[in-house]
């Protein structure tokens, strides 16, 4: 039997002393006055009225009336003081002994009350009231049968309508019509008398009943009990006004049943009193009142007692129903199936407008023995679990299997309006034998679990498969309105067992988890597999209107054994976590796999530190994160998906689907491993997406991260985003990396309006980027962007580098339109051994390189270089610093422009540099200082210049612009140039480069220059002809003459300087393949030792068509180039020729 020890302070005693005075004093005066006035007298009514002689009153059948099987008693006062006893006396053939007090004074038992007969049932009914002292006992039905009724109710009531009253009695007469057992007590015109019990032990025997019911009912330290095997029943009924409380019998077990419209006067259980039915079957125990009060170390006993039983017992319910308050204070419910015991235990019922449960209290259902637990069962408007008694027991209830018993748990199931748990009280629901864990089930509008004990130790509920347990754990489901989980308290389902952990369940309104313990500990809802066990992880499933995680609240779902980590599924409208956080993880004693972290929700929003984390440590893949809404944001909050380095299992994937998503100041999306396993990937699929700032310090970006650490094998996972817009602005970056033995991740975004990476953060400097890097044996990731529209400015880079024996990724661009302004950067480097990649922009309408860093020198001041780019330039760099080859330069446009310094650049320290190739449908135009270079040796070092291959229909610069086609070494030999294209203009092939013209150079410095070569088509001369009259003309119609002379100038003229050819028609303009060639005398110098040729296409037939001839080109709608007759105006995307305006001046 489980015991209370409880420590009660002076001032609880002296209060004490004060009341048992007073009551000895009232028990003296009444003993004395009874003594006078005799203590058990004979009324008269059905029988000579007489004095019974004590201190042994012989109470014999004769003096009464025999009716049938029932034998009535009518007594004008019924007392006993200590010492004396009462004996009624019937014979075999009586089943009910019904005797009543009809003087006007209360009775007050302080003796022994007996019964001959060994199967007869005893009521006593005093409408004065009833007092039971500390010497009072009973011995009903002798040794094995006989039920104990004690009333202060007029009358006992038949179902044909006949009554035995206290209040009216009548004579022999009124009782020839009575037959068989009563059906119910009438209280009429008065309030109803108390029963006091105090200091009384009362019992009766197996199987039988013992009922107190009147006005208020007191026991003060006071034991009612069923003994030996067979359980009985214990019920105490306390009515306030008139009516009829109903009564069944059922062999020997009386049961009362009170009219729901009947008030009802109150109940308490004081200084440790006792209702104990432990039996081996059937112990039942009721209460029926208005307000009731466990207090003081009370108790009330059920179930199986030790060592009794059989499989087929089953104890009975503890039923405890108020109208108002039901009150545990320091005071006990109990169930139990003891030790040694065989058979299921009773359940714990409860049913008030209100339930408090405090200092200690317990309602506790277990099983010690071979069976089932009972349940907890609490129906009430409010209901309220709080604190701990002075040696630290919890308030609480409580379905325990204990070790070595064999059977299920019994659940806690609350139906309330409002329930509150606060001060470190639990519900908790434990399996340490074979045998599942109970359900905790609650139904309430508002939930509320609050604060902590001073150990830390939070209010809670719990379903735990203890260690050596087999058997599953149970689940905790709450269904509310609003439900508040705050300052530590927590929800928990674990297994330390053979068996799985339960469920948390919760389908609220309002969803609140709030603040911590006083030791740090969160407020949060919990699924773990401890270490050592054997089983999975329970679901933590939330289905709200909003949820909100709060200063460290918390929700985890984790795996320490062998066994599967529970998933985390939210449903709900709005979701927010402010330094709140979400974990599933896979400890490192564990082997089993992490669960899902998944969100559906009409809005989430993390704030403020809050992350979601899922991660392994052990042997196991890290569960996923799916996050499926509406609008998401992040601010300074990230999510997590780790191998951690102890662990050997795939990181877990992160998806998050959504109309918008924006990850602000220094948030983060973060896929890594650090272990023996591959990272997850970051998959992103959203209308809106911006990605934006740093934290506060500037260390931390905006970003997505994927990376292989270094002590990781495992290759890094993807960064997969498609959408409809994307920004990355103000220092916010995406990146896979690869220190470990296994690839970076690649980047692929699909963007199916516009994609812009621009600007960087006031804070520290760095850019807004797309990163891919290398620095182990792995290769580094593929950057791949889909988009109508990709914008790269104002210092914003993509970059693909390794600094190791790995290749560097890919870049590639697929857009319509691709802009790389004002400082926006492609990169692809290597310092290592590996390999630069390749940089490839397809650009169905036009690719524009334009502008430089305006900040950059200022940046640089500020921050230093780790922050800058290569330099202020906006364009596309492939380099190699290192052993590794450059990468290639690859641009298909129908046109591309290189604008104000815009660059693109294939460099190497010491090796071969990388190759460029330029595919200008219609024109590749260079301005104002702009760049093509593949240049070796920037390091005065070997290595061959790069090639460069143009294919455009036109490549046009201004001379005087400085813009420049290189493909130089320094002792190497120079790249090739090879140009291909209908006419270049403004640019031309030079031994050295000078600031004052635009170049095209393939030199080396000390080695041998590199080779240019210009392929145009060639002119057929019988293109356009027909054949002429026999008739010769006038030669001179065959000059135009769009320009005559006047008559005082001199006419047109046209002058040839040089060895270069002449168009075909003088309506063309200059051929593309017209060189000029210097025939001055020069300073002697170093010789070309390069080739500069000039190559034209095979001769093609064609019919003879008329001629129009072509006096100018311009772009038409689409960015194509079309020539045309007639030229409005020249600009710099329009070139051609004008007719100088003639005439006089």
């Known amino acids: ?116 007969n060994r199967s007869v049932n005893l009521y006593l009914i005093n409408p004065s009231g009833i007092v039971f002292g500390p010497n009072a006992r009973l011995n009903v039905g002798g040794s094995t049968r006989g039920s104990f009724v004690a009333t202060t109710a007029d009358a006992l009531v038949w179902s044909n309508g006949s009554q035995f009253s206290a209040t009216n009695p009548g004579g022999t007469s009124s009782l020839l019509t009575i037959v068989g057992d009563p059906i119910g007590f009438l209280f009429s015109s008065r309030p109803p008398q108390p029963i006091t019990v105090s200091g009384s032990q009362l019992s009766v025997y197996e199987g039988q009943s013992l009922l107190l019911l009147g006005g208020d009912i007191s026991l003060d330290n006071s034991n009612l009990s069923v003994d030996f095997t067979e359980g009985g029943r214990i019920e105490l009924g306390a009515v306030a006004e008139p009516g009829t409380v109903g009564l069944t019998t059922n062999g020997n077990i009386l049961s009362l049943s009170f009219p729901e419209n009947l008030a009802r006067a ?196 719990f379903s735990n498969v203890e260690e050596g347990a087999v058997g599953n754990g149970g689940n905790i489901r709450i269904t509310a309105n609003s439900l508040s989980i705050t300052n530590g308290a927590q929800l928990i389902t674990s297994s330390a067992g053979q068996g799985n952990a339960g469920n948390v369940i919760i389908d609220a309104q309002q969803v609140l988890f709030d603040g911590t313990d006083t030791e740090g500990s969160g407020s949060g809802a919990f699924s773990n ?127 998050i689907t959504a109309n918008s998503l924006a990850l602000t100041n220094g948030a983060q999306i973060n896929a890594s491993t650090r272990g023996q396993g591959r990272a997850g990937n970051v998959i992103i699929d959203a209308r809106q997406i911006l990605f934006d700032g740093t934290s506060t310090n500037g260390n931390i970006p905006s970003a997505v991260f994927s990376s292989v650490a270094q002590t990781a094998v495992g290759d890094g996972g993807d960064i997969r985003i498609s959408t409809n817009s994307l920004s990355v602005t103000n220092g916010a970056q995406f990146s896979a990396t690869s220190f470990g033995q296994g690839n970076a991740g690649n980047i692929q975004i699909t963007a199916f309006d516009n994609i812009t990476v621009s600007g960087t953060s006031s804070i520290s400097g760095r850019s807004s980027a797309l990163f891919t890097y290398s620095n182990s044996t792995g290769k580094g990731g593929d950057i791949v962007i889909n988009a109508p529209l990709f914008l790269l400015s104002d210092n914003a880079v993509l970059d693909a580098r390794t600094r190791s024996d790995g290749d560097s990724g890919n870049i590639t661009i697929n857009a319509n339109i691709a802009e790389i302004i004002n400082g926006g950067q492609i990169l692809s480097t290597t310092s290592g051994r590996g390999n630069a990649g390749k940089i490839t922009v397809n650009a169905t ?207 047109s003229q046209f002058t040839v300087t040089g060895r270069g050819g002449l168009p075909a028609s003088p309506d063309d303009v200059l051929s593309g393949d017209a060189v000029w060639s210097d025939t001055r005398l020069t300073v002697a110098g170093k010789p070309y030792n390069g080739s500069v040729s000039r190559v034209t296409t095979h001769q093609k037939s064609s019919n003879a068509i008329s001629i129009v001839p072509a006096t100018g080109w311009v772009f038409n709608n689409k960015g194509e180039v079309t020539l045309v007759s007639q030229v409005a105006q020249v600009d710099a995307y329009n070139v051609g020729s004008n007719h100088v305006a003639c005439g006089k001046p």
């Open 1 to 116: 039997m489980r015991e209370k020890t409880i420590k009660i302070t002076q001032s609880y005693y002296l209060s004490k002393l004060k009341l048992i005075l007073a009551l000895s004093s009232a028990i003296i005066t009444t003993s004395a006055n009874n003594v006078l006035a005799q203590n058990i007298t004979i009324d008269g009514t059905l029988s000579p009225a007489q004095t019974l002689n004590g201190p042994t009153y012989t109470i014999p059948q004769s003096v009464g009336q025999t009716v049938n099987s029932n034998l009535f008693h009518s007594f004008g006062q019924f007392s006993l003081i200590e010492g004396e006893s009462a004996i009624f006396q019937s014979n075999a053939n009586i089943r009910n002994i019904f005797s009543r007090v009809t003087g006007g004074y209360p009775s007050n038992i302080d003796g022994l009350i007996f019964t001959q």
């Open 266 to 461: 109150d109940v308490s259980l004081t200084q440790e009193s006792f209702l104990d039915v432990t039996a081996g079957n059937g112990g039942s125990i009721a209460i029926n009142a208005r307000n009731i009060g466990i207090l003081g170390g009370s108790q009330l006993r059920g179930g199986i007692g030790s060592e009794l039983g059989n499989v087929d017992s089953q104890a009975g319910d503890v039923t405890l129903n108020a109208t108002d308050a039901i009150r545990f204070d320091r005071g006990d419910a109990f169930s139990d199936v003891e030790e040694g015991a065989v058979g299921n235990g009773g359940n714990i019922r409860i049913t008030a407008n209100s339930l408090s449960v405090t200092n200690g209290a317990q309602l506790f259902a277990s099983s010690a023995g071979q069976g089932n637990a009972g349940n907890v069962i609490i129906n009430a408007q409010q209901v309220l679990f709080d604190g701990t008694d002075d040696e630290g027991s919890l308030s609480g209830a409580f379905s325990d299997v204990e070790e070595g018993a064999v059977g299920n748990g019994g659940n806690i199931r609350i139906t309330a309006n409002s329930l509150s748990i606060t001060n470190g009280a639990q519900l908790i629901t434990s399996s340490a034998g074979q045998g599942n864990a109970g359900n905790v089930i609650i139904d309430a509008q508002q939930v509320l679990f609050d604060g902590t004990l001073t150990e830390g130790s939070g209010s809670s509920v």
């Open 845 to 1051: 309408e036009r690719a524009i390189i334009n502008g430089s860093d305006a900040s950059f020198d200022e940046r640089v001041a500020r921050f230093g270089t780790r922050v800058a780019n290569v330099d202020a330039a906006s364009g596309l760099f492939v380099r190699s610093d290192g052993l590794g080859s450059a990468g290639d330069i690859e641009v298909n446009s129908p046109f591309v422009l290189l604008d104000n310094g815009g660059r693109f650049v294939a460099e190497s320290r010491s090796v071969n540099g990388g190759d460029i190739s330029v595919n200008a449908g219609n024109a590749l135009l260079l301005r104002r200082g702009s760049q093509i270079s593949t240049t070796a040796g920037t390091a005065q070092a070997g290595g061959n210049g790069g090639n460069i291959n143009i294919n455009a229909g036109f490549v046009i610069a201004l001379p005087q612009e400085n813009s420049n086609i290189t493909a130089n070494a320094f002792s190497g030999t120079g790249g090739q140039v090879q140009i291909n294209t209908q006419g270049i203009f403004g640019i031309e092939p030079r031994l050295n480069e000078s600031i004052n013209s635009s170049d095209i150079t393939a030199s080396s410095t000390t080695g041998i220059n590199g080779d240019i070569i210009i392929t145009t088509p060639n002119v057929d001369p019988t293109q356009g002809l027909t054949n002429l009259p026999a008739d010769t003309v006038n030669t001179a119609s065959l000059i135009d003459s769009a320009c005559s002379a006047s008559d005082d100038k001199t006419g």
């Open 529 to 655: 597999v401890r270490e050592r066990a054997v089983g999975s992880g329970g679901n933590i499933s939330i289905t709200a209107d909003s949820l909100a995680l709060t200063n460290g609240a918390q929700i985890n779902a984790s795996t320490r054994g062998q066994g599967r980590a529970g998933n985390v599924i939210i449903d709900a409208g709005e979701v927010s976590f402010d330094r709140g956080s979400i974990f599933s993880s896979v400890e490192q004693t564990a082997v089993g796999d992490g669960g899902n972290i998944r969100i559906n929700a009409n809005s989430l929003a993390l704030t403020n530190g809050a992350r979601i984390n899922a991660f392994t440590r052990g042997q196991g893949r890290a569960g996923n994160v799916i996050i499926d809404a509406g609008e998401v944001s992040f601010d300074r909050s990230f999510i997590f998906s780790t191998v951690e380095q102890t662990a050997v299992g795939d990181g877990g994937n992160i998806s």
